[in-house]
C-alpha cells in the first residue's frame, strides 16, 4: 500500500530533484502518484506533473518532458496557462516553432492583465527568442500605460496592480534588452528609475532611522536660487515641499517604516558637504549623502497631534503638516 503524495513531498521533489543523481526514481515517484490516484489534494496533480516535467526537462529528456505537459494541461482544464506556457516553451526548444509561438501567443494577452505571466517571456527568452519577448514586453507596456492614462479614476487596488505590473515587465524588458546588446530606450530609463525609486523605498525601510531632508523656508528659498537646477527636483512651493515630505513619511509608516525622522538641511551646510566630498550639489546621491551627515539632528516623525510641527512653522501639527498629507 503506497502512501499519499502530498503538496510537501511535490515540493521537496521539486528542490531535490535538479540535483538528484536518479531524477528518473523521482519523476516515477510523481507519475506514479497521478497514475494510481494517489494525489492526497487532487488540485495538485498539474502541479506534481509540472515538477516531473521540470526534472525531465533538466535531464534533457524534452519528448517526455512535452507528453507530461500536455497530461499537466488537460489534468487542470480551468487554469493551465502557467502548463501551457510550459508546453509552448518545450515545443520551440524541440524546434517545433510555429506550433511552440501558437501556444505562447494565445497567452500573451495575459501580460496585460496577470502580474505572473512574464514566465511567458521566459519561455520565449530562454528558446532563442529575445527579440520576440521585448516586443511582446513593449507591447503589454504600451497598453497598460495607455490604460492608466486613461482611467485616472481607477480604485487605489487597480493602480497598485498597474504600478507593479509596470514595474516587473519594465524591468524584464530592461535586462532581456541589455543581454541583447541594445543600447537603452525610454523605457529602460523607466526601468532604471522605477529600480533607483524602489531600492530607496526599501533602504529607507531597512537602514534603520529613515530620514528625510527637509529645508526650512528662507533655506528652502535660497537654495533654488542658488542651484537652479534643483527646480526640477523639488516642488515650486515650500508648501508642496513640506507637504510632499508629510506624504512620504505617512506612506513609509504604512509600509512599515520605524524610526522616521526629518533632518533640516542648510544651503551654507550643503555647499561645504558637496566641497568636502567633491561632488555635485544637485545631484540626487549628493542630497542623500548630505541628509545622512546630518544624523545627530533628527527630528522624529510624527509628533504629537498637539506639539509643534516637525517643519518648524511653529504650529501645532494636527493644524499644520498633518492635514497636508491628504491635500
Ligand atoms: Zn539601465
Ligand atoms: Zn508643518
Same mark, same amino acid.
Given at each position: 500500500?503506497?502512501?499519499?503524495?502530498?503538496?510537501?513531498?511535490?515540493?521537496?521533489?521539486?528542490?531535490? /530533484?535538479?540535483? =538528484?543523481?536518479?531524477?528518473?526514481?523521482?519523476?516515477?515517484?510523481?507519475?506514479?502518484?497521478?497514475? &494510481?490516484?494517489?494525489?492526497?489534494?487532487?488540485?495538485?496533480?498539474?502541479?506534481? *506533473?509540472?515538477?516531473?516535467?521540470?526534472?525531465?526537462?533538466?535531464?534533457? +529528456?524534452? %519528448?517526455? $518532458?512535452?507528453?507530461?505537459?500536455?497530461?499537466?494541461?488537460?489534468? !487542470?482544464?480551468?487554469?493551465?496557462?502557467?502548463?501551457?506556457?510550459?508546453?509552448? /516553451?518545450?515545443?520551440?526548444?524541440?524546434?517545433?516553432?510555429?506550433?511552440?509561438?501558437?501556444?505562447?501567443? %494565445?497567452?500573451?494577452?495575459?501580460?496585460?492583465?496577470?502580474?505572473?505571466?512574464?514566465?511567458?517571456?521566459?519561455? *520565449?527568452?530562454?528558446?532563442?527568442?529575445?527579440?520576440?519577448?521585448?516586443?511582446?514586453?513593449?507591447? #503589454?507596456?504600451?497598453?497598460?500605460?495607455?490604460?492608466?492614462?486613461?482611467?485616472?479614476?481607477?480604485?487605489?487596488?487597480? !493602480?497598485?496592480?498597474?504600478?507593479?505590473?509596470?514595474?516587473?515587465?519594465?524591468? !524584464?524588458?530592461? +535586462?532581456?534588452?541589455?543581454?541583447? /546588446?541594445?543600447?537603452?530606450?525610454?523605457?529602460?530609463?523607466?526601468?532604471?528609475?522605477?529600480?533607483?525609486? =524602489?531600492?530607496?523605498?526599501?533602504? $529607507?525601510? +531597512?537602514?534603520?532611522?529613515?530620514?528625510?531632508? @527637509?529645508?526650512?523656508?528662507?533655506? @528652502?528659498?535660497?537654495?533654488?536660487?542658488?542651484?537652479?537646477? *534643483?527646480?526640477?527636483?523639488?516642488?515650486?512651493?515650500?508648501?508642496?515641499?513640506? #507637504?510632499?515630505?508629510?506624504?512620504?513619511?505617512?506612506?513609509? =509608516?504604512?509600509?512599515?517604516?520605524?524610526?522616521?525622522?526629518?533632518?533640516?538641511?542648510?544651503?551654507?551646510?550643503?555647499?561645504? @558637504?558637496? !566641497?568636502?566630498?567633491? =561632488?555635485?550639489?544637485?545631484?540626487? &546621491?549628493?542630497?542623500?549623502?548630505? #541628509? +545622512?551627515?546630518?544624523? &545627530?539632528?533628527?527630528?522624529?516623525?510624527?509628533?504629537?497631534?498637539?506639539?509643534?510641527?516637525?517643519?518648524?512653522?511653529?504650529?501645532?501639527?494636527?493644524?499644520?503638516?498633518?492635514?497636508?498629507?491628504?491635500?
Amino acid at each position: 500500500m503506497s502512501e499519499l503524495l502530498t503538496a510537501d513531498r511535490i515540493e521537496e521533489i521539486g528542490s531535490l /530533484g535538479l540535483k =538528484s543523481p536518479d531524477p528518473a526514481a523521482l519523476v516515477a515517484e510523481l507519475v506514479g502518484a497521478v497514475d &494510481e490516484g494517489r494525489v492526497a489534494d487532487p488540485a495538485d496533480i498539474g502541479y506534481a *506533473l509540472l515538477v516531473a516535467v521540470d526534472i525531465l526537462e533538466n535531464a534533457g +529528456d524534452l %519528448a517526455d $518532458a512535452l507528453a507530461l505537459a500536455t497530461r499537466a494541461i488537460a489534468e !487542470q482544464p480551468d487554469d493551465n496557462a502557467y502548463a501551457r506556457a510550459v508546453r509552448g /516553451g518545450l515545443l520551440l526548444r524541440l524546434d517545433r516553432t510555429d506550433e511552440g509561438l501558437a501556444e505562447l501567443t %494565445a497567452l500573451r494577452p495575459l501580460l496585460e492583465t496577470d502580474p505572473d505571466a512574464t514566465y511567458l517571456v521566459d519561455e *520565449l527568452a530562454e528558446s532563442g527568442h529575445a527579440e520576440t519577448a521585448v516586443e511582446w514586453l513593449t507591447g #503589454a507596456l504600451d497598453t497598460i500605460l495607455d490604460r492608466t492614462r486613461t482611467h485616472e479614476h481607477e480604485s487605489e487596488d487597480a !493602480q497598485d496592480e498597474a504600478a507593479a505590473m509596470i514595474y516587473g515587465l519594465a524591468q !524584464q524588458r530592461h +535586462d532581456l534588452r541589455e543581454e541583447l /546588446g541594445l543600447p537603452h530606450d525610454e523605457y529602460d530609463n523607466l526601468a532604471d528609475r522605477l529600480r533607483a525609486a =524602489s531600492d530607496h523605498a526599501l533602504d $529607507a525601510l +531597512d537602514d534603520g532611522p529613515a530620514t528625510l531632508l @527637509f529645508w526650512p523656508q528662507a533655506e @528652502f528659498d535660497a537654495l533654488l536660487v542658488r542651484w537652479p537646477p *534643483l527646480v526640477g527636483t523639488y516642488p515650486p512651493t515650500w508648501d508642496e515641499h513640506r #507637504a510632499q515630505l508629510e506624504r512620504a513619511l505617512v506612506d513609509a =509608516s504604512g509600509m512599515g517604516g520605524a524610526d522616521l525622522g526629518v533632518v533640516a538641511g542648510t544651503v551654507d551646510g550643503l555647499a561645504a @558637504f558637496a !566641497q568636502d566630498a567633491g =561632488s555635485d550639489p544637485t545631484d540626487e &546621491e549628493t542630497l542623500d549623502e548630505y #541628509a +545622512d551627515s546630518l544624523d &545627530e539632528t533628527v527630528t522624529a516623525w510624527p509628533p504629537g497631534r498637539n506639539d509643534t510641527c516637525w517643519c518648524g512653522s511653529g504650529t501645532k501639527y494636527k493644524k499644520c503638516c498633518l492635514p497636508r498629507s491628504r491635500g
